[in-house]
């Protein structure tokens, strides 16, 4: 069935979209998605920066000394000056260069996370747009529906031929759905306007494409299997493998970098043999455990956090992939049986009617099945929009973007 849209909503043109396009716009202006590869660059430099010779930037030293500041003035000056690099620890290089390219990796799935979440509300924003959409075809339906009734116990009623109490109950029927039917235009224009919100444009994802029958595009059939693939559980992992990296490095951080130089001396003394002076410097700082003690707390408490979310991941994805099979199932059933109470309500009501123009029903029996009809109608409709969404959230919790 295809639903009109507002007369508001007609004044602004919404082009039809597949919602595998409609996600693809989504994400080229999602904010998250930026925020995330900014931080992916950021962790693949800092595996770059690990490779070099040295595990910081060399330190530059200089003294100045003279007799001045005693008063003897004898001429006794000295100028030093020094270099020196920190140097890497025992496999420190290798374990800081796994740490960077752990979190990387895991920035990197962290955006396959974001574009599912991001599907996911695409989803929700047009599955709002379509019942809203429902709601207001069938507001519009009754509204014309109250209205020729009305308008025949209108003239019914200045002939003599109806009460004023039917007049009356007429009256109060359009109106009812006069208001109705303003209540569907302010609904859909509200959906309307944040799903263009999400997506940069006026733009409408058509999602009654997908059926049940493309459940059968999912990749994966085994729980297990649909666990593993889910990118929740992969960059949970990922997750794991980096405080597992960082363990590691905390371990090869025994001590603070030792630190290698070159010093040079020129001293200027009357008669001196030694004027010029070059040398090497070393400082070796000792283990403590005043400052390994705490390294290694957080480096445990990273990985135990780690360790639990990816637990937690899993079963989230395990619970989150039966919840979405029921769903299915459940939405394929409603579908069904409200479609065929909404065609034996619509039959009822054309009888209804028909038996009150000829004199069998009253007319209040009429309203009240037009009314019904109406209800079931957006029922089926809403049913049928529910049974497309089902559909596309078995295929994104599977895997897929259709």
Known sequence: MVIATS????????????FHDAVGMAWAIDPTRTELQVGQHGAAQRASAAGSWFAGGPTVSGEYMDDHALGSNLGYT??????????????????????????????????????MALAIRVLDAAAVERMAMARLATARDLYEAMSRMGASVGRASRAGELSAADRQLAEAGTQNARNELAL?????????????????????????????????????????????????????????????ANMKLARRSFMPNPEIGVDAIHEKQFGSPWDDRVGLNFSIPLPSEVRNAPLMAEARNRLAAATSQQVQARRMVHLEMMRVRERLITATATRQASAA??????????????????????LDTALQARQAACNTLLASLRAEVEWHVASIRVLIATGVVP
Do not use: C
């Open 7 to 18: 007369g508001q909503g007609a004044a602004r043109p919404a082009r039809s979209l597949s």
């Open 78 to 115: 000295t100028y030093q000056g020094g270099v020196s690099v920190p140097l890497w620890l025992p496999g420190q290089r290798s374990a800081t260069r796994k740490v960077a390219s752990m979190e990387a990796a895991t920035l990197a799935e962290q955006l396959n996370v974001a574009h």
């Open 184 to 244: 569907a235009q302010e609904e859909e224009e509200n959906a309307r306007t944040g799903l263009d919100v999400l997506l940069g444009q006026p733009a409408m994802p058509d999602i009654t494409q997908y059926g049940g029958s493309d459940v059968s595009r999912a990749r994966f059939t085994a729980p297990r299997d649909i666990e593993d693939n889910d990118p929740r559980v992969r960059a949970a992992q990922h997750t794991v493998e980096a405080a597992e």
């Open 341 to 362: 109470a909404a065609a034996s309500m619509e039959q009822r009501a054309v009888a209804q009617e028909h038996a009150w123009r000829v004199g069998e029903a009253s």
